[in-house]
């Protein structure tokens, strides 16, 4: 998609970070081409952004003390995206918002943009990464009850069942034989419980011995690029139920036979 930073000086909003200074994945090492397990992985993950009739994004401008920085946001939430558009930009020019839609992208395609972007050295776009407030709110009332103190978490929230004694995580069937299995890592802490209750409620005396850790994705997606453990092929983003309700309306119906 072709960047269009003629309308991030029309779009440029009043204000501090326009899209909550996620900018993580912005600061990671500078890597080679993504690699084909890490696209893989990030694959089944929708994120949302703005984009004209044409498909180009929308560039958001601000000021940052004597430099301009033009921010993409990519919204984890569909329903966050059509916020921004409504509550934001409509009231900012709401000519110019009128042409403007939300455009699905997966995860992967995102990781790429970056990656490519961080090989820029005079680059001044910044692609932000914004995750629900929700969570990211339930990941630091839990951090803050396992003794640590953050108030704010900068990054995007993954919450993953595993076990207290030995460090290894849950798992659950790949597809319906259920030969291999997967590492689930949710967006959604809801999710991650339920996992949690129901494998509590299928062996109650290992309950003790579980809990749900907060990860960072940003981290998770650094260890797929840079590690060599056979075991992240078995990490399995799983999109929160709102992307799921997403994909699902986008898949064409099966023909009854």
């Known amino acids: 998609m072709k960047l269009l930073v003629r309308w991030g000086l029309t779009l440029g909003l009043a204000g501090s970070v326009m899209f909550g200074g996620i900018l993580g994945i912005n600061n990671l090492q500078a890597l080679a081409l993504p690699q084909e397990q890490v696209v893989k992985t990030l694959q089944e993950v929708p994120v949302f952004t703005?984009?004209?009739?044409?498909?180009?994004?929308?560039?958001?401008?601000?000021?940052?003390?004597?430099?301009?920085?033009?921010?993409?946001?990519?919204?984890?939430?569909?329903?966050?995206a059509q916020i921004f558009l409504e509550q934001r930009l409509k009231k900012e020019n709401p000519q110019l918002a009128s042409t403007i839609r939300i455009t699905p992208l997966s995860l992967a395609e995102y990781y790429k943009l970056v990656v490519e972007n961080?090989?820029?050295?005079?680059?001044?776009?910044?692609?932000?990464?914004?995750?629900?407030?929700?969570?990211?709110?339930?990941?630091?009332?839990?951090?803050?009850?396992?003794?640590?103190?953050?108030?704010?978490?900068?990054?995007?929230?993954?919450?993953?069942?595993?076990?207290?004694?030995?460090?290894?995580?849950?798992?659950?069937?790949?597809?319906?034989?259920?030969?291999?299995?997967?590492?689930?890592?949710?967006?959604?802490?809801?999710?991650?419980?339920?996992?949690?209750?129901?494998?509590?409620?299928?062996?109650?005396?290992?309950?003790?011995?579980t809990e749900i850790q907060v990860l960072d994705l940003y981290r998770v997606i650094d260890t797929l690029s840079s590690s060599n453990d056979p075991s992240t092929n078995k990490i399995f983003l799983f999109p929160s139920r709102e992307s799921i309700e997403f994909i699902r309306s986008i898949v064409p119906a099966q023909p009854k036979k």
């Open 50 to 80: 703005l984009t004209n009739a044409q498909g180009e994004f929308v560039v958001i401008s601000r000021k940052n003390q004597s430099k301009t920085i033009s921010q993409v946001g990519f919204f984890l939430s569909k329903k966050d």
């Open 118 to 209: 961080n090989k820029k050295k005079d680059s001044n776009v910044v692609f932000s990464l914004v995750p629900s407030k929700q969570q990211v709110d339930q990941a630091i009332i839990m951090l803050n009850t396992s003794g640590k103190t953050d108030k704010k978490f900068d990054g995007i929230p993954l919450f993953v069942p595993k076990f207290k004694q030995d460090n290894s995580y849950l798992t659950i069937p790949k597809g319906q034989a259920g030969k291999e299995r997967l590492i689930p890592f949710y967006f959604e802490k809801e999710q991650a419980v339920a996992l949690l209750e129901a494998f509590k409620k299928a062996k109650p005396q290992e309950a003790a011995n």
